[in-house]
């Protein structure tokens, strides 16, 4: 079983900016493509970026040029830096491994943009 905890969520005023961690437990990390998701109140959970097993990235158009995804194989880290934060951002943000047909889930972590 593959654990992932989330952290560096808060409130911060649009503009601003945050970096998400997610630390995991997952034994050969640098084989699992590694996502962010997000959901907000009354919405589906929605893809935000992707990080490949080979390193390949991919953005949602919502966050493109703003949001940054990367990964450390050496420490199992996946990290989301968000900049020019809007108040649409806020959500509850997740992490996800994947590895075949295993799919993981961290517990969330809550970013709210707000005045």
């Known amino acids: 079983q593959v654990q992932l905890v989330e952290s560096g969520g808060g409130l911060v005023q649009p503009g601003g900016s945050l970096r998400l961690s997610c630390a995991t437990s997952?034994?050969?990390?640098?084989?699992?493509?590694m996502r962010w998701y997000r959901q907000a109140p009354g919405n589906e959970r929605e893809l935000v970026a992707t990080?490949?097993?080979?390193?390949?990235?991919n953005y949602a158009d919502s966050v493109k040029g703003r949001f940054t995804i990367s990964r450390d194989n050496a420490k199992n880290m996946v990290y989301l830096q968000m900049n020019s934060l809007k108040p649409e951002d806020t959500a509850v943000y997740f992490c996800?491994?994947?590895?075949?047909?295993?799919?993981?889930w961290g517990q969330g972590t809550q970013v709210t943009v707000s005045s």
């Open positions: 990080t490949t097993s080979g390193g390949r990235t």
């Open positions: 997952a034994s050969f990390f640098s084989r699992y493509a």
């Open positions: 996800n491994a994947v590895l075949g047909s295993g799919s993981y």
